[in-house]
């Protein structure tokens, strides 16, 4: 039977309240990727709220995949819940929210969560405690209107999404396969737009090693990292808009140890971005040959990715997905528009796997990785009713 999405909003409106203290208490726990034992505090909360909801949640640690550490790191737990439905037929649907921050250990307690009209502010608080409160709540809202018309839908809460999902990838590879859609779960734009399309992004190390010497006495002994590393700056710089939506940003430059040595060593970190696969690759390529045809003679030049999205291009599986979106907004007051961002996300995955992928299902919210970061509360009750209702939307795929 059809649902009645007009029945979703006042479900969401009274949990409102509810939604707004657990925030608070998300938002104001120090969870940073590097803060292993912070998102632990994030994991166990989410756990226990699984269980309170009904669902079968499992704690998967990081050290069974990666050796529970990046650049010798340590991560924290991913976190699954399971919600069976009562048809075995229906749909599989994947869920994915983030419990990492990108802030610094005590960024909650410099300025915790606060609350000014309807515009909530602290670390965290839109990228990603709304979005994944959204699918928790949503959840709650299925269960009220007694909907269980799917087969299965699974929640992934990631501990390391900030810094590429080194771990919990493998964890959204192997939960993903065989369904039907994956919806992420980050906070939507903040003139309110769907995501529906994602730039590739590469992290890159370059490490650059000449030969020390004293640069006063006999200098031309020494092979100097800095002067290729100056020309390896403008050849990646040089790379904007070569190819359309490609970025290259050499975000991190450092080497040497004093003026009267001549340096031999300097590290970048740069960071690749562009819109479409085969731009990607382009741009990719030919970083791997500036770093393997050096400038400067006798210089040695390691080139390593750290993390990696390839481009997520929208499709038809996508535009299905917004269209749905379209259809639930109209009737519970929300108007849907999509746009392509910048930013990769876990959705990148998911729609590298051939999934019909959707995002930006969150409350809308700006300003992320900054100390501005904001998050509209007007927002909350009809974005947890869409995503409720974009969930009864969809329907099993069809060989």
């Known amino acids: 039977m059809p649902i009645d999405h007009s029945r979703l909003l006042p479900i969401a409106e009274r949990h409102y309240r509810s939604f707004c203290d657990d925030l608070e208490i998300l938002t104001n726990i120090d969870c940073g990727s590097y803060d292993a034992a912070g998102v632990n505090l994030v994991a166990q ?62 960024e909650p307690q410099r300025r915790p969560f606060s609350v000014d009209g309807q515009i909530a502010r602290g670390p965290g608080v839109c990228d990603d405690k709304a979005g994944l409160l959204t699918g928790l709540y949503a959840l709650v809202v299925l269960a009220e209107i007694e909907y269980r018309d799917f087969a299965e839908i699974i929640l992934h809460c990631s501990p390391d999404e900030e810094i590429g999902s080194p771990a919990s990838r493998q964890v959204i590879e192997s939960l993903a396969a065989g369904v039907d859609a994956a919806i992420c779960l980050e906070c939507a734009r903040a003139n309110g737009d769907l995501v529906s399309a994602r730039k590739g992004i590469a992290d890159l190390q370059i490490q650059i090693r000449g030969r020390a010497a004293h640069a006063g006495i006999e200098p031309e002994k020494g092979i100097n990292a800095a002067v290729e590393a100056a020309h390896l700056i403008i050849a990646l710089q040089a790379l904007n808009g070569r190819w359309p939506t490609a970025t290259c940003n050499v975000g991190l430059l450092r080497g040497g140890s004093r003026p009267n040595i001549v340096c031999d060593l300097v590290e970048l970190e740069v960071d690749l971005r562009c819109a479409n696969t085969a731009g990607f690759s382009a741009a990719y390529a030919q970083i791997e040959r500036l770093c393997e045809q050096p400038t400067v003679p006798g210089i040695e030049v390691q080139l390593r990715s750290t993390a990696e999205h390839v481009p997520w291009e929208r499709n038809a599986g996508t535009a299905d997905l917004v269209s749905k979106a379209k259809h639930v907004g109209e009737s519970v007051g929300v108007v849907v528009h999509e746009a392509a961002t910048g930013g990769a996300a876990d959705a990148n995955t998911t729609a590298a796997l051939g999934i019909p992928t959707i995002d930006g299902l969150g409350p809308v919210g700006g300003d992320d990785h900054a100390p501005t970061e904001w998050l509209d509360l007007s927002t909350v009750a009809g974005r947890v009713a869409l995503l409720a209702g974009l969930l009864t939307e969809i329907e099993r795929s069809r060989p």
């Not at 050796?67 to 991913?78: E, V």
């Not at 075995?88 to 005590?106: C, K, N, Q, W, Y």
């Open 45 to 106: 909360w989410v756990t226990e709220r699984l269980e309170r909801q009904g669902l079968d949640s499992e704690r998967i640690v990081s050290e069974s995949i990666v050796g529970g550490r990046y650049d010798g790191t340590p991560i924290g737990d991913s976190v699954v819940g399971r919600l069976r439905g009562d048809d075995a037929s229906g749909a599989r649907i994947l869920l994915m929210a983030h419990m990492d921050t990108v802030f610094e250990p005590g």
